[in-house]
């Protein structure tokens, strides 16, 4: 699972859950994998995240590295944020560990990093 | 019964009916994977995106990943979504660039309000119509899946389905679970003429009323292709008391050939050698 997926996702389908966003994770793998640098499509998807809890979620892992920690109003000409952007969301990804729901505390296991976000029937 | 037996959706529920060997079929069968590829150029030409812009992308029912490698090729970065694990690991064999998560349709999209820029769907609505377990309500759960469908989606944006509906019961079903979630739009049926190569799309708008895309393969199409012919009403109605053309007249081949155009099959041109007779000195 990449970190974009990570910044979109939440867990309220989850019976009585509101925001359920951001998902905490406890991660025991982590893998760095190189993808094509697009920033036109980073620069497309910045306003859409999260950043505070994309920064938390880099933090977790221990990638944030020098990411900053707001963004940039200029970030369309600035390649080298761009990059960093690009490598923290979809250079990153947890490949086992688990998700944790930040209001009711139930766990979502990630496996060769798909998580699982199944529910039982009692919860939905 | 003896319909009921070829359609998937009654043999198992999806996590169990698309176990290791199913799976398998999506990575060796070329005809499968050709003509789920062509659905998803149809889906993604239905979708209308910006041109030349990288968008996102949610694939529901992403399977092996077959529909999000033509994503791929256009250029947009997609999140997809399955309920089978055996068919999500082929996909991970596949090395497919997007990311996957295992999910339940009928219990929700669990994504942030506007998340997407369009979601597609090849070949898995159909199965939000099956009850698999004595909790499941297919109407509820059509309800559920679309309303937070709705609310992932920017404005403006569009979801498009593939499906195979039973009979117009289930498309009624659907159709009526989608715009009770606030969306509009509706069904564009592909050569409607032919049982095989007829495909049933369900476009869907967020941001109001528009014009549906034409489908491939209809009447209209026909003629705004060729120049319209004058008084072909009535040359229809003469045809009709006159009957139909003996067999293997050059009038029956044309006729034939037509129908099976309309069907939208690979025919020949008509040409003045239709039908005519070889020499003999051939």
Request: glycine share 8%; hydrophobic share 35%; proline share 5%.
């Amino acid at each position: 699972m990449k970190l974009i997926t990570h910044n979109m996702l939440t867990s309220k389908s989850l019976k009585g859950v509101n925001v359920g966003f951001p998902l905490k994770i406890c991660a025991t793998e982590v893998k760095e994998v190189a993808v094509d640098f697009n920033p036109e499509f980073v620069t497309r998807m910045i306003p859409k995240l999260d950043w505070d809890a994309l920064c938390q979620a880099a933090e977790s892992l221990g990638c944030l590295n020098d990411l900053p920690r707001s963004v940039n109003p200029n970030h369309e000409n600035d390649e080298e944020f761009l990059k960093k952007a690009h490598h923290v969301l979809l250079e990153v990804e947890v490949i086992e560990g688990e998700l944790v729901c930040p209001e009711t505390g139930r766990k979502f296991p990630v496996n060769e990093g798909i998580p699982n976000m199944l529910l039982n029937e009692d919860e939905v | 019964m003896a319909a009921s037996t070829r359609r998937p959706e009654h043999k198992a529920p999806p996590d169990i009916f698309y176990n290791e060997e199913e799976a398998r079929k999506y990575t060796s069968n070329t005809r499968m994977i050709e003509i789920q590829s062509q659905m998803t150029e149809r889906a993604l030409e239905l979708l209308a995106l910006q041109e030349d812009v990288p968008c996102f992308i949610l694939d529901i029912g992403c399977g092996s990943g077959l529909s999000g490698q033509t994503l791929e090729e256009s250029g947009h970065f997609w999140i997809g979504v399955d309920i089978s694990s055996a068919m999500l690991s082929v996909a991970l064999e596949r090395e497919v660039e997007g990311d996957m998560m295992l999910g339940d349709m009928g219990q929700g999209m669990c994504f942030r309000a506007g998340s997407f820029d369009g979601a597609i769907s090849i070949s898995a609505l159909q199965w939000l119509c099956n009850a698999d377990k004595t909790s499941h309500s297919p109407p509820k759960r059509l309800f559920k899946f679309f309303s937070t469908l709705y609310s992932c989606l920017s404005r403006g944006s569009r979801a498009v389905f593939q499906f195979y509906p039973e009979n117009s019961e289930q498309i009624e079903l659907i159709t009526q679970q989608a715009m009770k979630a606030g969306f509009t739009g509706g069904l564009v049926v592909d050569y409607p003429n032919s049982t095989k190569a007829k495909k049933m799309f369900l476009v869907l708008f967020t941001g109001g009323h528009q014009k549906l895309p034409k489908a491939l393969g209809t009447e209209e199409q026909q003629n705004t292709g060729t120049d319209h012919i004058p008084y072909s009403d009535k040359r229809e109605r003469m045809k009709q008391i006159r009957g139909k053309a003996p067999k293997k007249s050059r009038d029956w081949i044309l006729e034939k050939k037509e129908r099976r155009r309309r069907q939208g099959r690979n025919v020949r041109p008509d040409t003045k050698y239709t039908g005519r007779k070889r020499s003999g000195k051939f």
